[in-house]
């Protein structure tokens, strides 16, 4: 268990030292790690993003390799390894797939992002790249990734000429000035997805891919439509006071109706508000919240977290408070709250000397809360908050990337 401690230690420190621009001391730290599990494909893909900054190719190489024989099947290290063969072989458009994969696996690691704004950059679509970039920092708690990749070739439109000489002054040669050239690449075992679709994706494939990630470049876009729906929701419930009223009383959780089997209610109830104070402070604190949640977990994750608080936070009402009726979106809310602290506790250490101070900010304004919600007659459903707190830890543990879940607690 020691050695586990001691090896994610190491770990941690190859990626802040990475995410700095600083390839030689990430080494390092992997190297360390290498030491003590030489079996870890964290490890050896560290090994190669270091050695890749560094313009060691030839370790890149056989470390990459390494990954993919510890991770036959794929996997986040095997597809990332996949993406930086290709990178090296100069095939921008593949390696750019395999990024894709990583990132639907795991969106919250910052040289993923870092990697593929690269990619994006070498295919000449230089606004998504920037868009790349801008979450790579954001992931990355400020990291730029300075000289983590081979530098690319100015651009400027060769002409048919050029293009000739310059492939015949490619062929036979290693590396120079920092790029990579190489003459024949040598055939690699195809990613996983491809051997069983073909050596080709096909027009729904493609279609699926770019509209997965063309919605991934939005920025907080479940926390924007969750919030318009309470939006809307209020504001129609509101059109007429008859209205309001039939509606508070068909959707809100009136527990003795649940009782009687309208268990319905406990969902509903999520969606309705009683005033403009109570929907706009929800709705404040949902936007400040959720799309830091968001940005960590990944909308899908992040979307289940909400609704699962939502539906916990109801069910912990019913039964802790029987015969009282409750409408808002705090439970579920407290639930997302919940989960970005899951997401700062399980990675203290890759936050370094700030993870402790976002702990502990959370940990204030978490209590703070608490103490509020359980002040006579404060009018909050205190125990509705606590379910979804506690429902929202539990399904963010649950679903953090892998990456993110892997050797913490020990």
Known sequence: MEAHSELQTYLDQGKQELAHGHGREAAIAYAHGAQIDTDDPMVHLGLAEANLALGNYDVVKMACRKVQELQPQGGFEGWTAQAILDLLDQRYDRALQSADKVIELDPSIGYTHALRSYLLRATGQDYDANL??????????????????????????????????????????????????VQEPAPRQAPQAEKLGGSRLNGMQRQMIRTRFALSRYTGLVTNILVLINVLVYVASNLSPSIHQNIMNWGSQINPYVAQGQYYRIFTAMFLHEDIFHIFINMLSLFMVGRAVEIFYGKGRYLLIYLLSGIGSGIAFYFLDPGQAAVGASG????????????????????????????????????????????????????????????GMIVAYLVMPRDRRSRRFI
């Open 332 to 391: 579920a809310i407290f639930g997302v709250f919940g989960a970005l602290g899951v997401f700062y506790i399980m990675n203290r250490r890759m936050l370094g000397t700030g993870g402790q101070g976002f702990i502990m900010q959370w940990g204030f304004i978490l209590v703070l809360n608490l103490v509020l919600g359980f002040t006579p007659n404060s009018g909050i459903a205190i125990w509705g908050h606590v379910g979804g707190l506690i429902i």
């Open 132 to 181: 790349a970039r801008a979450r790579a920092t954001r992931m990355s708690y400020g990291g730029r990734f300075e000289n983590c990749f081979p530098a690319l070739p100015p651009k400027s439109p060769p002409s048919y000429q050029a293009v000739n000489t310059a492939t015949q002054a490619q062929n036979g040669s290693q590396a120079r000035n920092g790029q990579v050239q």
